[in-house]
């Protein structure tokens, strides 16, 4: 129960520090729409040849993983400024704790910035969204876990390197392909308007078990790389 | 001794890939339908050792945090570089073959795409490695690194080789397109044996620098610190 | 039960030997004032006492249980060179944040409580970010002591504060004294950190050359701990 509570304690303080400049949140979302600017000279959604929904699931996470390296690098970097890392250690916050609340606030900052980027998406995309949306919803949330997972502890990584933000993007990436995977395959299917189906399913299991399996390796191990 | 060790291996290594070499172009009844498909003989040896390589890291990488002991985090280095080089050979020998079985260079076959993954994950392990210079903080992350590593690699073979039933690419498979007579496969499982004794050398002889430029390190060390 | 048992601790960075066989026991009570030159491992052993880092060979009991313990470190406070403190909170968000994590009971009544005891009450909802220099000091010794802790951990704490911090500090030190707590500090002021010290440990070269009682002579040549124990 403190577990939680020292956790939330730790999320609340990251969330409302970030508020309060909202950097990262602005540039993570700035990032977002131009990415999805940029794809356009590519795709050309205004080519009616070309069935959007063949692209717009990989599209969309793409800018995703890539908005998120801009706030998940400054996840521990924060802590870095007076000696705050320290503090947070020396306390009787277990490191699983400090990488819990940590990885919350990531991952309430990424949604947020997914959920606006979302809109802007779908109507720069023409993407009908309402017809599955539920569980458009739900694998974001999933997909979402996963990158925070995977983009916090790298973070947690490299905190202390000297080529922290170019580090942290090459590490993240190549770890996060089963689960960026799963989640361009099934938001494919579900902007298309196809359900789940026995036939994606196992990109969900996909998902859950990558969620899972990585969240405990992470919470178990992070004291390996915060303290010394 | 350990000089002896390692001659005896090359020896039995080399040996080995001399006497499939043999087997493959003289004894065993030629693949007509399919172009230059010898070159299977190294590509998927060079898979299994890569990924013997990743899972011995792994074993290694909980051996330090267990002990504490350092040299077990030289030797996990050393053995995940010898495991990229035949992760490379894997990509490198594929590439080739698809070029000669289909014209093309890369097909995104689920295999070489999946190692091409882990290729970049284990590559990202050297690369922090490199940007730690303090040796005990070092293998702490990089066991760190080696331990969720290796579970990816479940992950991204898994789930890449599903995408690919869904979507499927040229397969850079004779198994799957003609099939493999009985005793056609088994150079494949020598070839490893071989390449497992090879990279173990490889292992050995980056155990030695690692260790001698460790030396030099606390030296540095010691001299700048009075 | 001492405060405080080093046994057989070693540190290694690598190869090389930070801190090589320390032995020392901490009685309750005292203040021990750790002194050596830069790089003969203060700050490694502090950091260590502080559950930050995990000694190569050895342990280090704080009151009979392990430092890394949970419970332990509910009882530790450390003040290490940066303030600790976050920029972008105010100072009773900071204050309330540790509390949280410390466990402290009634946590805003405390926090206000040392809020004013280090004379900043008044900017209880200011940003860390637009205080002075001197403010953030107080506000940093304010969170070491916000959980009453029976052990302090003080790296070379003189060194930052100002006059009105020194105050503060030397009062909360006292107080936490008269509770029967027990200081750890390294430090370079010497004149300073010996008045206060019941005991001093000289480390050099990550090793224990000095550890006993604080004596006159200590005070009136303050040279002359490491002429006697130290090398030139």
Redesign the interface.
């Known amino acids: 129960m403190t577990f939680l509570r020292q956790s939330l304690a730790i999320a609340a303080k990251d969330l409302r520090s970030e508020m309060r400049t909202k950097e990262a949140l602005n540039a993570s979302l700035a990032f977002a729409v131009v990415i999805f600017l940029l794809f356009s000279f590519a795709f050309d959604p205004a080519n009616l040849n070309i069935d959007v929904n063949d692209y717009a699931g990989g599209l969309l996470w793409l800018a995703f993983a890539f908005a998120g390296a801009l706030s998940l690098n400054r996840s521990f970097a924060r802590e870095l400024q007076n000696d705050c890392l320290d503090a947070l250690v020396a306390s009787p916050a277990a490191p699983g704790v400090l990488f819990l609340g940590k990885a919350l606030a990531n991952f309430a900052l990424l949604l947020a910035v997914e959920i606006v980027s979302l809109a802007v998406f779908s109507v720069m995309y023409d993407v009908r969204l309402r017809a599955q949306l539920g569980w458009i919803i739900m694998v974001i949330l999933l997909t979402t876990w996963a990158i925070t997972v995977i983009g916090t502890a790298f973070s947690a990584l490299t905190v202390n390197l000297r080529m922290r933000e170019l580090m942290l993007p090459i590490l993240t990436y190549p770890f996060l392909i089963p689960a960026l995977l799963a989640a361009i395959l099934l938001t494919a299917d579900l902007f298309a308007g196809k359900p789940i189906s026995a036939a994606n399913a196992i990109w969900l299991r996909v998902l859950v078990a990558f969620d899972v399996i990585f969240s405990l390796l992470a919470v178990v191990f992070i004291d390996i790389v915060l303290v010394g | 001794m350990r000089e002896k060790i390692m001659y005896l291996l090359a020896a039995a290594g080399i040996g080995l890939v001399t006497w499939t070499l043999y087997k493959v172009w003289f004894v065993l009844p030629k693949e007509a339908n399919v172009a230059a498909y010898q070159i299977l003989y190294f590509h998927v040896p060079a898979a299994f050792t890569a990924f013997t390589g990743f899972f011995t890291a792994l074993v290694l990488s909980g051996l330090y945090l267990g002990t504490g002991n350092l040299r077990y985090d030289a030797l996990a280095a050393g053995v995940v570089e010898v495991a990229l080089a035949f992760a490379s050979i894997n990509l490198i020998t594929g590439m080739i073959w698809a070029r000669y079985a289909w014209g093309i260079w890369w097909t995104w076959d689920a295999r070489l795409t999946s190692m091409l993954t882990c290729w970049l994950i284990y590559a990202g392990y050297l690369i922090l490695r490199r940007a730690i210079d303090e040796p005990t903080q070092r293998a702490r992350l990089s066991a760190f690194l080696a331990i969720l590593g290796c579970v990816d690699v479940g992950f991204v073979y898994k789930s890449i080789e599903w995408f690919r039933t869904q979507h499927p690419s040229p397969v850079l498979s004779i198994r799957s397109g003609g099939g493999m007579g009985p005793g056609m496969e088994t150079p494949i499982y020598w070839n490893w044996l071989a390449m497992l004794c090879l990279g173990t050398v490889l292992v050995m002889v980056r155990m030695r620098q690692e260790e001698i430029s460790r030396e030099i390190d606390s030296l540095r060390r010691l001299a700048h610190a009075y | 039960m001492n405060a405080l048992d080093v046994e057989g601790v070693w540190k290694?960075?690598?190869?090389?030997p930070a801190l090589r066989e320390i032995n020392i026991q901490v009685a309750a009570g005292s203040t021990v004032a750790l002194l050596g030159r830069n790089?003969a491992g203060k700050t490694t052993l502090l950091?260590i006492l502080?559950?930050?880092?995990?000694p190569?060979k050895g342990k280090v009991r704080v009151q009979g249980e392990d430092a890394?313990q949970?419970?332990t470190?509910?009882r530790?406070g450390?003040l290490?060179?940066?303030?600790?403190?976050?920029?972008?909170?105010s100072a009773i968000?900071n204050l309330l944040?540790?509390a949280?994590?410390?466990?402290v009971p009634n946590p805003v009544k405390r926090a206000d409580e040392m809020l004013e005891r280090t004379g900043l009450d008044r900017v209880r909802d200011g940003?860390v970010r637009e205080f002075s220099r001197g403010m953030r000091q107080r506000l940093a010794v304010a969170?070491v002591f916000l959980h009453a802790p029976d052990l302090l951990l003080l790296d070379e704490p003189f060194t930052a504060l100002d006059d009105r911090a020194i105050a503060v500090l030397h009062a909360l030190l006292e107080e936490t004294h008269q509770r029967g707590g027990t200081v750890v500090m390294s430090t370079h002021q010497l004149r300073e950190a010996l008045e206060l010290a019941t005991h001093v440990a000289l480390i050099q070269?990550g090793q224990i050359a000095f550890a006993g009682e604080r004596r006159q002579e200590m005070l009136v040549d303050t040279g002359w701990l490491y002429r006697t124990y130290g090398e030139n």
């Open positions: 290694y960075y690598g190869d090389f790089g950091r502080a559950g930050l880092s995990k190569t890394r949970e419970s470190r509910r530790i450390v290490g060179h940066g303030i600790s403190l976050y920029d972008e909170l968000e944040l540790f949280r994590l410390y466990g940003l969170r070269r």
